[in-house]
């Protein structure tokens, strides 16, 4: 299984979008510090993930996470305002 997930850094009220095969293990790696794209705005919580059979669906899905597209898609569909407070 592969799976597509989303970081929301409340702190800095970002965004990341992602593919693993273990998503507990890539959190752990992105607030460690072990990242360099997302060190600078730790911590990340996962707030979405979506799972996938093959590494070529899950690709299609975080380039279409990551476009211009997407990115409306992520703010019409992630309640972000649940996450900061």
Same mark, same amino acid.
């Given at each position: 299984m592969f $799976?597509? $997930? /989303?970081? $929301?850094? /409340?702190?800095?009220?970002r965004m990341y979008v992602g593919m693993t095969i273990n998503c507990e293990h890539r959190l752990r790696? +992105?607030?460690?510090?072990? @990242?360099?794209? @997302?060190?600078?705005?730790?911590?990340?919580?996962?707030? +979405?993930?979506? =799972? $996938?059979?093959?590494? =070529?669906e899950a690709r299609d899905r975080e380039r279409y996470l990551k476009s211009a597209a997407g990115r409306r898609w992520r703010r019409k569909h992630l309640n972000l305002a649940a996450w900061r407070n």
């Open positions: $799976y597509i $997930y /989303v970081l $929301y850094s /409340v702190k800095f009220d790696q +992105h607030n460690s510090g072990k @990242t360099q794209s @997302t060190k600078a705005f730790m911590p990340w919580i996962i707030i +979405h993930k979506e =799972e $996938y059979l093959t590494r =070529e």
